[in-house]
């Protein structure tokens, strides 16, 4: 892939070229990731396949979600299914617990709940076989960071996913950073099926690595679910059922006419300019970052999304 095989190469044009976004310095200010977006190149962006992107709607608006059937296949299947079929049409966010994640799931199945009144998943499977981890590949995109990680070996980004890997044990696994969406399940390693749905939104639980299925990303819509009341009830659930918000529809943005489908595009983590935002955050120095870290850890990257319409391009998230 040319992103990859000449990335510093390119880099380095693409710096020298642009004077604003020179290497940090005193004189010189790291240029801010408005000022790199901006003078992104077009190839640089893709637009999600709307087989893996989920339209959420909520009363308060819409959360877009991308599926990595890359990493677990079977439970993006799965999921696929039940958006189809409507399975999540009318069910509620049953649970938002401080600090860790928000939790979309059939009511029913609350403790407490009548579970006479759960929902059929329909032609969905009611088991799969845990994706906790998959094979390591190397033919599968990655960006690597240059610094450390507590938890494995190498990590970084495969096509906009937080990525870790170990290459002697032979297996790579999506991160429990911020936004990303985990499927909820009981003890049983194969008793989570994607009925039960879950947000990270606060500091990286790396701790669930490896016990969780990890099957996609918020790309929009984070303040919908991390704006929302705490659970007061035991682990964040919502002891009132009037407080869960319901979920109004969950659709493939593939099932949908193609004028409805969400115009986005999220910048690509093999290309030069998120290279250069990786970098610039790294070593930020600028009338407040006097010191700069030198270093940076991966769920402190939130991978550029914008709009893409006829009316311009409007970054909605990860450009503060």
């Not at 617990?97 to 998943?121: H, M």
């Not at 076989?129 to 190397?138: G, V, W």
């Not at 749905?197 to 299925?213: E, F, K, M, S, T």
């Not at 659709?251 to 999220?266: C, E, I, K, N, S």
């Amino acid at each position: 892939m040319p992103y990859r095989r000449h990335l510093t190469a390119a880099l380095c044009a693409c710096l020298l070229a642009l004077p604003a976004l020179a290497a940090p310095s005193k004189a010189t200010p790291t240029p801010t990731a408005q000022q790199l977006l901006a003078a992104s190149q077009p190839a640089e962006w893709r637009t999600p396949d709307p087989r893996n992107l989920l339209v959420m709607q909520l009363s308060t608006g819409r959360v877009l979600i991308e599926l990595a059937p890359d990493f677990t296949p079977r439970h993006v299947a799965n999921i696929r299914t039940l958006a189809h079929e409507h399975y999540y049409d009318g069910l509620a966010i049953v649970r938002v617990q401080d600090n860790f994640v928000t939790q979309w799931d059939d009511p029913a199945g609350d403790d407490g709940g009548d579970k006479a009144k759960l929902r059929s998943l329909g032609t969905a499977h009611a088991t799969l076989a845990p994706e906790f981890t998959r094979p390591f590949d190397a033919k599968l995109p990655f960006t690597r960071l240059p610094d450390g990680d507590m938890y494995a070996p190498e990590v970084g980004f495969s096509a906009g996913f937080p990525v870790a890997r170990n290459r002697k044990a032979g297996q790579e696994w999506l991160t429990h950073c911020y936004g990303m969406v985990g499927v909820g399940r009981d003890n049983p390693p194969d008793s989570g099926n994607g009925s039960a749905l879950y947000a990270v939104i606060g500091q990286a639980p790396r701790r669930l690595d490896r016990n969780l299925a990890v099957v996609g990303r918020v790309i929009e819509g984070m303040p919908l679910l991390s704006g929302l009341p705490r659970g007061k009830g035991p682990m964040g659930f919502y002891a009132t059922p009037a407080h869960r918000t319901v979920i109004e529809s969950v659709r493939l943005a593939a099932d949908l006419p193609v004028a409805q489908r969400p115009a986005v595009q999220v910048l690509r983590t093999d290309s030069v300019t998120f290279a250069a935002l990786v970098e610039a955050q790294r070593n930020r120095h600028d009338a407040f970052y006097a010191v700069p870290a030198g270093k940076i850890d991966l769920c402190s990257i939130d991978v550029p999304v914008r709009s893409h319409t006829s009316a311009g391009n409007r970054v909605i998230r990860g450009a503060p």
